[in-house]
């Protein structure tokens, strides 16, 4: 079922989607559940990269609240950051094989990051 939402801001659809753990492709063994792997150890990160202050805390950072308003230098950004975000996950998924740990894929991906810094910190 397709519901149009109409909000203050925007307007977009919202679909409903059922997910059910006793599906058919389930009870026919077509899908096999997903299990758990190994964790990886956590990674070190570079001194010259700056760390967000709830690093050492190893707590979640508080949610944002209420509505945030961006200038129009703070849109570009947001957008430049998600035009990024879009092709460092596009590579990632031309690194995947079955198995994988993510961790590989995390730093290729970081690597990626590093050299686009330079454009979106002016």
Known sequence: M???LKGEFCEY????VSFD???DDLRKNQRKRLQPGKVSPPLSVPDHIPKPPYVKSRLSPAIARGPQIHDEQGME???ASGRLAAQVLEYAGTLIKHGQMWNVL????GKMQNEADSELIQ
């Open 77 to 79: 950004c947001m957008r």
């Open 106 to 109: 995390n730093f290729d991906g």
């Open 13 to 16: 659809q919202s679909a409903e």
């Open 21 to 23: 753990k006793n599906s």
């Open 2 to 4: 397709v519901k149009k």
